[in-house]
């Protein structure tokens, strides 16, 4: 399996938010940028944390989605998600759906969607470098 390239149109999907209600791709498109991060499989407190303070700062030009494929429960995601403060989408990917759309085997990447739909940078990332400043490069890339 390939990642997508830069350059072509990234696919929609649609996916339960761990957050709450069901979240669509193609309602943020048309409006702003995104990026796509399909996350490390385990949660680091520091990334969430800079996470949510890049979500703050950007949000109204970009949307941060993260995708996970690997929870305990659904249940013990969302009371997690909360008690962090996290706001931006989490869509719970359990089958590996959203994965195969984007040719993702091993998380971290990151894909930076305009507000076109148009993928305008991949990166595959080891999990300790999944920083804020990769991160920060995927939004700008989305802007």
Known sequence: M???EIG????TFKGMNLLGGE???ANVLGSRGAVI???PDQIN???VSWAKNLYEKNKTDVE???IVRKIP???MAKAFLQQLGIKSPSVYDQKQEIFQLFGVENPVVLYSVNKDGVITNVAQLEPKAFTQAAMQEAIDKAK
């Open 37 to 39: 991060s399909f996350a």
């Open 73 to 75: 429960s659904v249940t």
């Open 23 to 25: 979240f669509d791709l």
């Open 45 to 47: 407190p520091a990334q």
């Open 64 to 66: 941060m989605i993260s």
């Open 2 to 4: 390939a990642l997508l």
């Open 8 to 11: 072509a149109t990234a696919p």
